[in-house]
T-cell receptor, first 110, second 115 residues
């Protein structure tokens, strides 16, 4: 949903485990969603997207799940690697603009 | 392809001075550019949307006289922070899209520190 300036929740996982990052969005009219990865001091990088007419989409090591009933989005990262350590944001597209969620800081423990 | 650059990558300025940040689309024509602000350990907050050749649309609560945005060409948008104060210190990120507005390409960000 729209950013409300909250501090980031954190998630720590062991290298090789799967990670699940969750996001609640606010607008039931949103028809497009993106997951971004942001490393420290850098701009966001596109990971994967999904349109509202789908409930699942898979990429390389990543899967996005969309539950429109409860307005929930999740990002699953398989076999998490140290290079996956970053902040992950979901974004919803509404009214010709993107609104970013609070974000989750993922730390991968070697 | 679809590379967006920002300049400078970091800047330190004294309180009361103005700072200009440039956002360039290097290999595509950006009909729309977005400016975001990000505080440490927080999400991106949209400040304004700018379309080439027209005035920027500012989000509620963003002072347009303080954050001047110019989108004079299809490859360049600038954000000028006027009369900067320490509370303006932040990470400013731009993004650009071509006609396919769903695809938004982000710049690397500019870290502004006002002393």
């Amino acid at each position: 949903g729209e950013s409300v300036g909250l501090h980031l929740p954190t998630l720590s996982v062991q290298e090789g485990d799967n990670s699940i990052i969750n996001c609640a969005y606010s607008n039931s009219a949103s028809d497009y969603f993106i997951w971004y990865k942001q490393e420290s001091g850098k701009g966001p990088q596109f990971i994967i997207d999904i349109r509202s007419n789908m409930d699942k989409r898979q990429g390389q090591r990543v899967t996005v799940l969309l539950n429109k009933t409860v307005k929930h989005l999740s990002l699953q990262i398989a076999a998490t690697q140290p290079g996956d350590s970053a902040v992950y944001f979901c974004a919803e597209y509404t009214g010709n603009q993107f609104y970013f969620g609070t974000g989750t800081s993922l730390t991968v423990i070697p | 392809g679809a590379v967006v650059s920002q300049h400078p990558s970091w800047v330190i300025c004294k309180s009361g001075t103005s700072v200009k940040i440039e956002c360039r689309s290097l290999d595509f024509q950006a009909t729309t550019m977005f400016w975001y602000r990000q505080f440490p350990k927080q999400s991106l907050m949209l400040m304004a949307t700018s379309n080439e050749g027209s005035k920027a649309t500012y989000e509620q609560g963003v002072e347009k006289d303080k954050f001047l945005i110019n989108h004079a060409s299809l490859t360049l948008s600038t954000l000028t922070v006027t009369s900067a104060h320490p509370e303006d210190s932040s990470f400013y990120i731009c993004s650009a899209t071509d006609h396919r507005v769903y695809e938004q390409y982000f710049g690397p960000g500019t870290r502004l520190t006002v002393t």
